[in-house]
């Protein structure tokens, strides 16, 4: 047999943040792939983490032993499913600290969820002469539906600065908030630069001027405790297949008063109450933005995948994925030539990097012979790349399964690149 590297200390991970990660590992069959004889290393758990058997067992179950629709039959599988989808819904509420599950939108994903927001206001709020105004550091996801929006409506987009450290400038957001803001749309986390913005200040800014306020929490509920209701944000988006659950499943929270305000996004079933040719009654929250067949069994893998982390503890993978992103920014930041792009004080479980002289791709392209998954691209954030003047960075990140010795391949790896086009 041939002898695989990138073997995985364990044991030094585990002392530092009480991660059991053997046991952890474990569960991530996925984790076992070898690429050129090299044991995987997956640090691209930002674009899409993997799934634990808790969560793929979980689907397998439902689709070979439980499937039916949902919230349309009076038969035994049907209402199983009914109860075990409502369940979910449930755990998500109860996971963010949403004071009611009818709160809790089941979308495709964050884009999705930003989407039905921004539809609904160019629908029902956005007048011409009104602004949105978003941050420099959005994901593409936070910036084109309501750069459509503004489109449509007439309304302007306004866009708030970031600092050199890639923080954002919060007097100048602050500055922008005007009597013609409908509303405000920041990330919690950045995808390209792993900065945790401040958006409890945030909210209370825009709050003391009436101005309600959208989260993209795409890159923040997988790696910390999100309590909705602490926040105070009028809505909250983020993705199932970014914390370990399935893909095609996402959620919209909203606050109550605003999910009866805005229009329903699509029509079809179940978003009714009753339907003829003259009039369409629609249904009532969540269902009013739930039209057609949801993803039954990825919504359900998403309770799977979050009665998983509680399992863990939000602290724990925290603590364990902040050992790792201090662990990596020393040592990346200690080689010559390495610039780090995104050094705000309070940063999430990312590392972006370019190295002089070596485009990213081919960096991407060098580690990847080794068996090191990392992601390289603009990362659907091209305003952050125009404002640090490059075409792309390398970008590094971390989830509970990874170790310091998944680090340290990285770091060599690096080092080969540089050796290679030096
Ligand atoms: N970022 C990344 O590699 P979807 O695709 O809908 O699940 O998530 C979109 C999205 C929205 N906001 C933020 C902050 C994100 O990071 C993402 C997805 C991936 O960084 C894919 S570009």
Redesign the pocket.
């Known amino acids: 047999m041939a002898t695989v590297s990138n073997q995985v200390d364990t044991a030094a991970t585990t002392a530092a943040t009480k991660i059991d990660s053997e046991r952890i590992r474990a569960d991530f069959p996925v984790l076992e792939t070898v690429v050129n004889g090299n044991r995987l290393v997956y640090l ?1 758990s ?3 983490s993997h799934k634990p058997m808790a969560v793929v067992d979980r689907l397998a179950r439902f689709m070979s032993h439980e499937n039916a629709t949902v919230r349309r039959g009076v038969h035994y599988l049907s209402e199983r499913a009914t109860f075990a989808h409502d369940q979910a819904r449930s755990k998500v509420a109860a996971f963010i600290g949403a004071g009611d599950p009818r709160q809790v939108i089941f979308t ?7 989407n039905l927001v921004a539809a609904g206001f160019e629908r029902s709020i956005l007048k011409p002469g009104d602004e949105v105004l978003i941050t420099h550091m ?5 910036i084109v539906p309501w750069q459509m929006a503004c489109e449509r409506s007439g309304a302007k987009l306004v866009v708030a600065p970031i600092t050199e450290a890639g923080e954002l400038d919060l007097e100048a957001l602050e500055a922008e908030m005007s009597e013609r803001t409908r509303i405000v749309a920041v ?6 630069l792993g900065t945790i913005n401040p958006v409890k200040a945030i909210i209370e800014m825009a709050h003391a001027r009436g101005i309600p306020v959208l989260v ?5 509920v997988p790696h910390m405790k999100v309590d909705v209701g602490d926040l105070g944000c009028d809505f909250y ?6 914390m370990l659950g399935p ?1 095609g499943i ?1 959620v919209l929270f909203g606050t109550t008063e605003w999910l009866e305000r805005l229009p329903p996004y699509q029509g079809g079933g179940d978003m009714i109450l009753s339907v003829t040719f003259e009039k369409t009654v629609y249904n009532v929250i969540p269902h009013k933005f739930e039209a057609g067949t949801p993803a039954i069994a990825e919504a359900i893998g998403l309770g799977a995948a979050i009665d998983y982390m509680n399992a863990i503890g939000l602290d724990a993978i925290s603590a364990h994925e902040h050992d790792l992103l201090e662990y990596a920014t020393a040592q990346l930041g200690a080689i010559e030539g390495v610039r780090l792009i995104g050094t705000a004080r309070e940063k999430a479980a ?1 590392v972006s990097f370019t190295v002089e002289g070596i485009h990213p791709h081919d960096i991407g392209t060098i580690l990847d012979q080794d068996g090191i998954a990392i ?1 390289v691209g603009h ?3 091209q305003p952050v790349m125009q404002f640090y003047g490059v075409p792309a960075t390398a ?1 590094a ?1 971390f989830a509970v399964y990874n170790t310091r010795a998944e680090v340290d391949a990285l770091v060599t790896g690096v080092q080969k690149c540089i050796e290679v086009f030096r």
């Open positions: 691209d930002a674009a899409t495709r994903g964050t884009t999705d969820s930003i959005e994901h593409h996801a936070n990330t919690h986390v950045s995808n390209a993209d929490g795409a890159q923040a988006a983020f993705s199932g297949h970014k893909t996402g990312v992601r990362h659907c954030a970008r990140s």
